[in-house]
């Protein structure tokens, strides 16, 4: 008997090959994927472009500036006259950072100003905080070398001194210095200034900002599970044969099918929002807001939930059953997002993984949330991610709908 329905589940097997495909090649698949994308161990390969911008006459600038370019970064020097010049360069996308130090030859180290760090909003964090560690090690070093340069102990020769006398002065000289060095590294290094491409200043950015547009592109597209359902339960209940006999056509049938899906992906946009909006400050996180224009949202939530319909839509008519539709478009989804930036950051990704980011719908979504709150852009400057996500979904739509009609003809039953 055990040997019997062993067999007899073999041949189920045997049955559905395509579900055990994808319980080998879906783990595979993913862990190429997802150790790619993890795969960069050094931000500072990242090529972005930085300013300094200083007074290029002291010489403690110019051992800074050197100092720098012994580290794998690409770094410019500049007096701080261009610092409008090089602002407006940054607002553009020429340059990830512009550093601006105010301080003088003269200036006192307890008058040390901190450095200005002038950012873009969207600017890799990986590679930023690198960055940052990059520009600590080496102007604290400096500054401190200078200083002490600077301020030789001296003493008076001009007659005979008590041995004692000499220890004591040396070392209140020292303790002075040292206090000072002290209340130094004490003080905050630098001020981050962030610009979006309007060239006004705004927050920094937080987590909660890629977290949910991020989680709420990869709940969108799973609207693809009760969409399957509905259209599987269709073939089972043979409704399909009883909206041919209606004469029927399938695109009036699909339009049918994806208004009402349509307005729940748009339910999830409201609901995610508010979630982030009104939850995580109880559970101590920041706050989710949306900024700028909501009609520009609203255009980019409808072109993200085109694209997940049509992308739902093509696998709930290419999968025989629900459970087929589950593993064929759930598979797609995590492949997408694992390559989009949902999962990993594409900032975070090496080189090459971030140019196949570019292929993916959800990276398009995401870039286009992103841009409309870290950098504050209108719709007219998000248009590609729109056409893109738009074109995906249309597609989509067309091939389903040319399947689904023939799916109308052959498997109509009397």
Do not use: C
Not at 175 to 190: E, G, S, T, V
């Amino acid at each position: 008997m055990l040997i019997a329905s062993i067999f007899k589940e073999l041949r189920l097997l045997s049955r559905d090959l395509h579900g055990v495909a994808v319980l080998f090649m879906m783990p595979i698949l993913f862990m190429l994927i997802m150790s790619a994308a993890l795969s960069n161990d050094n931000e500072l390969t990242h090529k972005s472009d930085i300013v300094l911008l200083s007074d290029m006459e002291n010489p403690f600038n110019v051992d800074f500036f050197q100092a720098l370019q012994k580290e794998n970064l690409q770094v410019h020097h500049a007096n701080l006259s261009e610092l409008n010049r090089y602002q407006n360069e940054l607002q553009a996308g020429k340059f990830e950072l512009v550093i601006a130090n105010f301080n003088e030859k003269t200036t006192a180290l307890s008058e040390d100003q901190p450095l200005q760090l002038w950012l873009n909003p969207s600017v890799d964090r990986g590679w930023l905080l690198g960055v940052k560690g990059v520009l600590q090690k080496h102007y604290t070093e400096q500054r401190i070398k200078h200083y002490l340069n600077n301020n030789h102990i001296t003493l008076e020769n001009n007659k005979r001194k008590q041995i004692k006398e000499i220890e004591n002065k040396v070392n209140k000289e020292l303790d002075r210095k040292f206090a000072q060095i002290n209340d130094y590294l004490a003080k905050n290094l630098w001020q981050e200034v962030y610009l979006n491409r309007q060239g006004s200043e705004v927050a920094k950015p937080n987590s909660v900002q890629h977290s949910v547009p991020a989680w709420l592109i990869f709940g969108m597209f799973f609207i693809m599970i009760p969409l399957s359902n509905v259209m599987a339960m269709e073939r089972h209940t043979n409704t399909i044969t009883r909206l041919r006999m209606a004469r029927a056509s399938a695109l009036s049938l699909i339009i049918a099918k994806l208004i009402p899906y349509f307005i729940i992906n748009q339910f999830q946009f409201a609901g995610m929002v508010a979630l982030g909006y009104f939850v995580l400050p109880r559970l101590n996180m920041p706050a989710f807001e949306l900024v700028g224009d909501g009609f520009s949202y609203a255009v980019l939530s409808s072109t993200v939930s085109l694209a997940a319909l049509g992308y739902g839509l093509l696998v709930s008519v290419v999968a025989r059953t629900t459970e087929h539709a589950v593993v064929l478009g759930g598979g797609g989804i995590i492949i997408m997002a694992a390559i989009g930036g949902i999962m990993v950051p594409t900032y975070v990704m090496p080189e090459i993984m971030q140019t196949v980011a570019e292929f993916s719908p959800m990276g398009w979504a995401l870039s286009g949330f992103q841009n409309l709150l870290l950098n504050q852009y209108d719709l007219s400057q998000i248009v590609n991610y729109l056409i893109k996500l738009s074109a995906f979904g249309i597609l989509m739509i067309v091939l389903a709908a040319m399947l689904y009609q023939q799916q109308l003809k052959k498997q109509v039953r009397f």
